[in-house]
C-alpha cells in the first residue's frame, strides 16, 4: 500500500510500466470519493458494500434507512461528486488550454473506482493524478483507495502511470478557503447574538487501533484546525470527531456532540462548527450535523451553525486543480 511519504503537496507515485496500447496522452485525473446510495432500493447493497460484502443486521439497515428518509432520501455526494469532476476538468482545460479527462470512481458505489481506472487505461491515457475527496491521510480512508487502484493497475498490462495525492490537509489553499469560511461564519454569529463562541474542527471517526499502527490522520486533523486558526486569528477553538460507528471496538473521541455538552455546561452559547475533514454535503453532513447536532443544541439552548461545504465552489475548484498540477509536474 502506498505510504504518506511524498513528493511536493504529498504526491506518491505509482506507475504500471508494462508496455500497452498506444495513448493519446492527455492529461487526466482519477477523482475519488466514498459513494452513496441514489435511491432507497440501493441503499442495502451499497451498506453490505460497506461491510466488506457482509449484509447489515435488519436494525442496523433501518436505522440507516431512517438517516436517509431525514434527508430526504438519497444523499447528494454522487451529483456533487460529478459536478466538482466537470469543474474541474473545465478549470484545468482552462489554464493549461489542453486536453484533459476527469473521470470519477467511488469507494462504495457505482461508478467504482476499479471501472475508472479501467476507463483511464481503455482510453489510452498515460499521465493521471488520483485524488481522493478527502484531505487527511488514513490507511484506513485513503490508503484503501490507493490500493485499489493499484491492484487495477497491476491486473491488466497499462502505459498509465497514476500517481496519487496522498493528503492535502495542509495545502496552503484549503487552509486559506477554510479559513475565510470560518471568518465568514464568525462575522455573522458575533452580529446575531452575545455570548462565548467556540470553533470546533471535525472530521469522521475512525477506529482507535489506527494510533497503534502511527497512522497519522489524528494528528492532522490538529495540524489542519491549528493552521486554520492561525491564519482566522482564532483565540477558542478545539477538535472533536463525528459520525462514529457502532462496530464494537472504541474509536477516536472525544465525540462532537460531547465537546459541545461540556462546553455548554461552561457557559459556552455559540459553536461553529468546520468540518474540514470532509469536501462535500452528504449524510454525515446533512444528518450528523444539521440534523443530529442541531437537535442537541436545541436541546441545551445553544447556537451551533457550520461553515458551508466546499462542494463544487470555484474557490474551491482552483485549489483542487493546483494540487492536480502539482501531481502532474511530480512525474517522471
Same mark, same amino acid.
Given at each position: 500500500?502506498?505510504?504518506?511519504?511524498?513528493?511536493?503537496?504529498?504526491?506518491?507515485?505509482? =506507475? %504500471?510500466? *508494462?508496455?500497452?496500447?498506444?495513448?493519446?496522452?492527455?492529461?487526466?485525473?482519477?477523482?475519488?470519493?466514498?459513494?452513496?446510495?441514489?435511491?432507497?432500493?440501493?441503499?442495502?447493497?451499497?451498506?453490505?458494500?460497506?461491510?466488506?460484502?457482509?449484509?447489515?443486521?435488519?436494525?442496523?439497515?433501518?436505522?440507516?434507512?431512517?438517516?436517509?428518509?431525514?434527508?430526504?432520501?438519497?444523499?447528494?455526494?454522487?451529483?456533487?461528486?460529478?459536478?466538482?469532476?466537470?469543474?474541474?476538468?473545465?478549470?484545468?482545460?482552462?489554464?493549461?488550454?489542453? *486536453?484533459?479527462?476527469? %473521470?470519477?470512481?467511488?469507494?462504495?458505489?457505482?461508478? !467504482?473506482?476499479?471501472?475508472? %481506472?479501467?476507463?483511464?487505461?481503455?482510453?489510452? %491515457?498515460?499521465?493521471? &493524478?488520483?485524488?481522493?475527496?478527502?484531505?487527511?491521510?488514513?490507511?484506513?480512508?485513503?490508503?484503501?483507495?490507493?490500493?485499489?487502484?493499484?491492484?487495477?493497475?497491476?491486473?491488466?498490462?497499462?502505459?498509465?502511470?497514476?500517481? !496519487?495525492?496522498?493528503?492535502?490537509?495542509?495545502?496552503?489553499?484549503?487552509?486559506?478557503? #477554510?479559513?475565510?469560511?470560518?471568518?465568514?461564519?464568525?462575522?455573522? =454569529? =458575533?452580529?446575531?447574538?452575545?455570548?462565548?463562541?467556540? &470553533?470546533?474542527?471535525?472530521?469522521?471517526?475512525?477506529?482507535?487501533?489506527?494510533?497503534?499502527?502511527?497512522?497519522?490522520?489524528?494528528?492532522?486533523? &490538529?495540524?489542519?484546525?491549528?493552521?486554520?486558526?492561525?491564519?482566522?486569528?482564532?483565540?477558542?477553538?478545539?477538535?472533536?470527531?463525528?459520525? &462514529?460507528?457502532?462496530?464494537?471496538?472504541?474509536?477516536?473521541?472525544?465525540? #462532537? #456532540?460531547?465537546?459541545?455538552?461540556?462546553?455548554?455546561?461552561?457557559?459556552?452559547?455559540?459553536?461553529?462548527?468546520?468540518?474540514?475533514? !470532509?469536501?462535500?454535503?452528504?449524510?454525515?453532513?446533512?444528518?450528523?450535523?444539521?440534523?443530529?447536532?442541531?437537535?442537541?443544541?436545541?436541546?441545551?439552548?445553544?447556537?451551533?451553525?457550520? =461553515?458551508?461545504?466546499?462542494?463544487?465552489?470555484?474557490? !474551491?475548484?482552483?485549489?483542487?486543480?493546483?494540487?492536480?498540477? *502539482?501531481?502532474?509536474?511530480?512525474?517522471?
Amino acid at each position: 500500500m502506498t505510504s504518506n511519504k511524498a513528493f511536493d503537496r504529498n504526491v506518491a507515485a505509482s =506507475t %504500471v510500466t *508494462a508496455p500497452g496500447p498506444p495513448g493519446s496522452g492527455a492529461k487526466a485525473v482519477l477523482l475519488m470519493a466514498y459513494g452513496s446510495p441514489r435511491t432507497r432500493a440501493e441503499i442495502l447493497p451499497y451498506y453490505t458494500h460497506m461491510r466488506r460484502g457482509r449484509p447489515p443486521s435488519p436494525e442496523a439497515l433501518a436505522e440507516l434507512e431512517r438517516r436517509y428518509d431525514a434527508i430526504g432520501g438519497s444523499s447528494p455526494l454522487p451529483e456533487i461528486t460529478r459536478s466538482q469532476a466537470n469543474a474541474l476538468q473545465r478549470e484545468l482545460q482552462r489554464r493549461e488550454g489542453a *486536453a484533459w479527462r476527469v %473521470v470519477v470512481g467511488m469507494k462504495h458505489s457505482s461508478p !467504482f473506482l476499479e471501472d475508472a %481506472v479501467g476507463q483511464l487505461m481503455e482510453a489510452g %491515457v498515460t499521465s493521471a &493524478v488520483g485524488l481522493v475527496m478527502a484531505p487527511h491521510f488514513s490507511t484506513m480512508s485513503v490508503g484503501e483507495y490507493v490500493e485499489r487502484a493499484e491492484n487495477t493497475l497491476a491486473q491488466r498490462p497499462s502505459r498509465l502511470s497514476l500517481r !496519487f495525492v496522498t493528503d492535502w490537509h495542509l495545502d496552503p489553499g484549503y487552509v486559506g478557503w #477554510l479559513a475565510e469560511r470560518v471568518r465568514e461564519l464568525l462575522a455573522v =454569529t =458575533t452580529e446575531a447574538r452575545s455570548g462565548q463562541t467556540l &470553533v470546533i474542527f471535525t472530521a469522521h471517526s475512525l477506529p482507535t487501533r489506527l494510533r497503534e499502527m502511527g497512522d497519522p490522520y489524528p494528528d492532522q486533523l &490538529v495540524e489542519t484546525a491549528a493552521a486554520v486558526a492561525r491564519q482566522a486569528g482564532l483565540s477558542n477553538w478545539t477538535t472533536a470527531w463525528q459520525s &462514529v460507528a457502532k462496530t464494537g471496538e472504541p474509536w477516536l473521541g472525544p465525540e #462532537l #456532540l460531547d465537546v459541545v455538552r461540556e462546553a455548554a455546561a461552561g457557559g459556552t452559547t455559540n459553536f461553529v462548527v468546520s468540518a474540514c475533514g !470532509f469536501t462535500a454535503d452528504h449524510l454525515e453532513i446533512l444528518y450528523d450535523l444539521d440534523v443530529e447536532a442541531q437537535a442537541e443544541a436545541a436541546r441545551l439552548g445553544v447556537r451551533l451553525v457550520r =461553515t458551508p461545504m466546499p462542494n463544487a465552489r470555484a474557490d !474551491f475548484v482552483a485549489v483542487l486543480a493546483d494540487l492536480v498540477q *502539482a501531481g502532474i509536474a511530480a512525474s517522471p
